[in-house]
């Protein structure tokens, strides 16, 4: 079987001949393994959310080409409140729902230079339950932690237009 590699996680996946994303730096395979997920967190019903975890995570990952600036910075911004400040996802959307009232010119990022330790996949086959949301935490926080170099920046664009931090 031939493999191809993702150009935002790295990861490698089966070819299945699919286009590039048209929202991402992703394969098409890659991004199919985040709509499972995304299936999956919706189906859990949760009141808080967590889908809004790998929604950032996996946007910061794959950031560039053709991602637009708003959505690296959400994501960003989404990774800090959940990370540093314990956010659920529910809170994290409501902040998302509180920037995009604003007119903020966003910048264009610079990708990590660092590689990322997990990506969707690694969340995708960990085992349902406990062990799963874990591994959500755990590639948000590596996602995060790989982004260090906008770390000030997203703490005073926080600081900056969000009330309460």
Known sequence: MHYKTCPGCQGKFPDQNWEESDHYNALGECEKAY?????????????????????????AQHSGKKVK?????????????AIEHGYTGRQVQ????????????WPSFNLPSSPY?????????AEKGTNRNEMLMKWAKDVWETWDHYHEWTREISRKYLRNM
């Not at 409501?94 to 010119?105: D, F, G, P």
């Open 94 to 105: 409501k902040a998302h729902m509180e920037l995009a009232k604003r007119n903020i010119q």
């Open 35 to 59: 709509h499972d997920l995304s299936a999956y967190l919706i189906e859990l019903l949760d009141m808080e959310f967590p889908t809004q975890h790998a929604v950032d995570a996996y946007g």
């Open 69 to 81: 600036n708003i959505r690296t910075a959400f994501s960003l911004i989404g990774l800090y409140l």
């Open 117 to 125: 330790s997990y990506s969707v996949s690694d969340v995708l086959f």
